[in-house]
């Protein structure tokens, strides 16, 4: 059985409160009822196993059975990604979620066909990387923010200490990723920069090279913007055994 989300507010002194959509899926969908044990999660690490004793029109509440404090992992993998069209971001951002991704950052590249965000959106993403969680049992939840231009986002890592910054290319032809990744298994955070659909524009990969950004290659296929998220990030946590 999945954990369920519980803002860390509503949960105070051995007792929980569900209300809102979370209560209609476990009221409705799921039909919880009073008495039955739940798992919970705060998003901050911590995870409970707790009891309804109450259910009215609006909200379930109960009481803290017992509770576990997780280790989150200190390497940070954050994917700064191209935004796919229709539904494949909403996948990405479940599988990433899914995977163990620490956060997800839409970028606006040259060629980028999607180039904003409505508030909406942002809202149903933070949504999806929830239930992503719940589904894996991770004890954190992924943030998903709002889109950045290219340029910002890499004059703000160029400085970072103790950062990897990687830039899969379909023109790299030597570097590859599993070779870079060996050769800094001390780093502590790696950045992803995944490309739009039209691919990186030539400017956008001087630039990027200039601030010590690495490129590699995934292998002799052209991947889409949510393959190439997902096979790299899987990579890394795989190698970094995360």
Known sequence: MPHFYVDPKDIKDKNFVIENEQFHYLSTVRRFSIGDEINIFDGLGNSYKARIDNIDRNSMSGIILSSKTHILPTREISLYTAIPKGERFDWLIEKAGEIGVSKIVPIIYMRSVVKELSDNKVERYKKISIAASSQSWRADIMPVYNPVNFDEAVARLASKKSTLNVLPWESEQENNIFD????????????????????????????????NFKTVTLGKNILRVETAAIVSASIITSIYNL
């Open 180 to 211: 870079l990744l060996k050769e800094n298994k001390e780093i502590k955070n790696i950045n992803i920069f995944i490309g739009p659909e039209g691919g990186f524009d030539k400017t956008e990969i001087d630039f990027a090279l200039k601030n």
